[in-house]
């Protein structure tokens, strides 16, 4: 959307008509969004591929009042809330999401991009956008440093 964000618009909306009911489609798979999203006011989020059904069933539940969430998103709700709490990982790393320091840890591993998406149930192309924004927030290079550092924080040692 030119000139605003979705999550600014879903905002504006429930601020100005909160009786609207907002569903989000969109391309971005990460907590941080999703999360973004329901804090906005969004009463449903759907990722980009999802099915014409699912998309005509998120509409209709969430037009009569209810909240949705495609079937990845649920689970990763879930995960999010009945995960760890965040402990040396979040220290280590400050400035990676929970969701790049869970794929970091992947990284560090061992595991390939196909088997990390595989594992959080996410795009391969997610993934890929997940490992690129870890590698410029830790400003390195290629998987191999990546890996270094992880290890050096003491990270992947469990396996994956």
Known sequence: MPGISGIDATHRIIRTSPRIA??????????????????????GYLVKGATQDEILRAILAVASGEAIFGPAVANRVLDYFFREPPGRTG????????????????IAAGLDNH?????????????????????????????????VLARDAGLGRQGP
Do not use: C
């Open 91 to 106: 220290e280590l790393f400050p400035e990676l999401t929970d969701r790049e320091r869970q794929v970091l840890e992947f």
């Open 115 to 147: 088997s990390i998406s595989a594992r959080l149930g996410l795009s391969q192309k997610t993934v890929r956008n997940y490992v690129s924004n870890i590698f410029t927030k830790l400003h390195v290079a290629d998987r191999a440093r990546a890996i």
């Open 22 to 43: 907002v569903l989000v489609l969109t391309m971005l798979e990460d907590d941080d969004s999703l999360f973004a999203a329901m804090r906005a006011g969004a009463r």
